[in-house]
């Protein structure tokens, strides 16, 4: 039986990592389509987006043919509020160190803050390199000190959709797959992930981080194929 995934990245800017992971899955017949995220791997947004242009998206991609959807971190939590709402068009869920869950903790709040700010005045803080460098820093959010100003309050307005996404009410088979290292989205997430998930299958990669599909691809290769083909 031939099956059909789409894999959406993190937030990041290239997906040539991604190609061993992609030919190893494809060599055991499982289609894969990368998708190119709209901001980050596709042209720059002309306005910010929330999570439901993201899912609104999404379904363009997909069509009306259910399909397996693979998503490490940010596109993990796309992948997820898409999973809520079009139950019927996701065949089996892979969450690889996804995003979703709420941050409550100082560190997260001061990002969201930062994040939020910059946003706002970001005109201001291009300015001084130093300045919005120093920001930054203080709210963790190095991974964004690059993006323009209109992917900065697209983050921001991600991270509060977490705040809005009932887990519970993801009904699809659904494979969690997290680095027990994780510092970005610690595996405590994943363990909160699978109690609300109903019948949620939970695999932890020992000394892997956020992204096991690069540093650990075969055995993220290895679960993503037997949960697939129904093994587990």
Known sequence: MKHTAFILHGWAYDIAKWHP???ELQNDGISVQM??????????????WDI?????????????????LIGHSNGGRISLN???????????????DSAGIPRRELKARVKRSVLKMAAKTGKV?????????????????DDYYKAQPVMRETMANLLQSDYDLDATKVVVPTQLIWGKNDTATPVK???????????????IIDDARHSPQFTHMPIVAKAIKEFVHGDL
Not at 82 to 96: E, G, H, M, R, S
């Open 21 to 23: 992971l992609i030919e």
């Open 35 to 48: 998708l190119n995220i709209p901001g980050l791997t596709t042209e720059p947004l002309t306005k910010a």
């Open 52 to 68: 439901n242009d993201y899912v609104s998206w999404l379904k363009k991609e997909i069509g009306n043919t259910p399909a397996i």
């Open 82 to 96: 898409f999973a809520k709402k079009y139950p019927d068009l996701v065949k089996q869920l892979i969450l690889i």
């Open 125 to 141: 803080f291009t300015r001084s390199d130093r300045v919005r460098r120093l920001l930054y820093k203080l709210g963790r959010a």
């Open 189 to 203: 997430d994943a363990h909160a992930l699978k109690s609300q998930i109903k019948d949620a299958q939970l695999k």
